[in-house]
């Protein structure tokens, strides 16, 4: 594999950073990860949007813009044209004679700027929704949910106690509220008298991010309402999704041990996940 760190491509295996910079000492940076298919990165400008927003909250200095054309070469270099490409920047090491960790940096640092693209499924490739279980758990997480921070110990720790009652992924609840699961957001679908009523937790309701996959399937979906959403709700729900860059549209079959809908994706897991890969397919959302 060939990756980018600060501005040359090279081997993976001789990547290199200093023990002292902040992203491993502090997990002081941020991250994106976008996706490109059939040779062509995707929805890219409301990635460049969320991570210069990211990067002015966190105050690292780094042109954020730079991603598709950073992309296109880490892409060229390892002869993909379906993948996934991570990008993180951190805020770099201390100078010759700083301290090595301090919370705040005796000078300006030159940030950090890591990326890499691995094989992804192409498009061709969804047409059904895949199927995990999920459990509940508390949101361990800090406030600033709305930040796509590489500090993620709080997913993880949810996601191994996931994995330790059998299941691949937890739903985070917050104060009796539904967050997302560990790196996507959520979508429930209850039916009655005929009708699908689908939702999705609002971001005032709880620190979650605004998952650009979750922007544009509200653009192509508006019968989907942003609101707040209780966790007892996940029980009485016929269908849960979630919904993300890697994860696209995926259908939670099975919550807390217990069956939901009938243990196979439901109609509008089915319908969404169409309506998306056809706007992909067809260059719908180039601006989003």
């Known amino acids: 594999m060939q990756v980018y760190l600060n501005g040359s491509i090279m081997p993976a295996d001789q990547a290199a950073i200093s023990p002292f910079d902040r992203g491993f000492l502090f997990g002081d940076g941020v991250y994106e990860g976008l996706r490109a298919f059939d040779g062509r990165v995707r929805r890219v400008e409301g990635h460049i949007e969320r991570m210069s927003d990211g990067l002015g909250r966190a105050s690292i200095d ?15 270099a390892n002869d993909l044209s379906n993948a996934f490409i991570y990008w993180q920047v951190t805020r770099g090491k201390p100078g010759s004679g700083d301290p090595a960790r301090t919370r705040l940096p005796a000078s300006k640092l030159i940030p950090t700027v890591f990326g890499y693209a691995s094989p992804a499924p192409s498009l061709a490739e969804y047409t059904e ?10 949101d ?44 996507s957001n959520i979508v429930l679908v209850h039916r009655a008298d005929g009708k699908a009523r689908i939702s999705t937790p609002s971001l005032e309701s709880a620190p ?11 653009k192509l979906c508006p019968e989907i309402k942003e609101r707040p959403v209780a966790a007892d709700e996940l ?14 549209i ?27 890969t056809d706007a992909l397919r067809t260059d719908q959302l180039s601006a989003v």
């Not at 992924?169 to 509220?177: E, S, Y």
């Not at 009485?236 to 999704?241: H, L, Q, S, Y």
């Open 62 to 76: 780094w042109d954020a813009s730079q991603l598709p054309r950073l992309t296109e070469r880490l892409l060229e």
């Open 129 to 138: 929704p895949r199927t995990i279980r999920v459990s509940t758990a508390a």
């Open 140 to 183: 361990k997480r800090w406030r600033e949910g709305t930040l796509k921070s590489i500090s993620l110990l709080g997913n993880i720790l949810s996601a191994l106690e996931a994995q330790e009652q059998g299941a691949d992924d937890a739903v985070l609840i917050r104060n009796g509220m539904v967050a997302e699961a560990t790196s």
């Open 208 to 218: 979650i991010l605004d998952g650009v996959t979750r922007r544009c399937i509200l």
């Open 235 to 248: 029980v009485t729900a016929d269908e849960i999704m979630l919904m993300g860059t890697l994860t696209m």
């Open 250 to 276: 995926t259908s939670i079959v099975s919550l807390d041990g217990v069956t939901v809908g009938d243990g196979n994706p439901g109609p509008e897991s089915r319908r969404i996940l169409s309506t998306y």
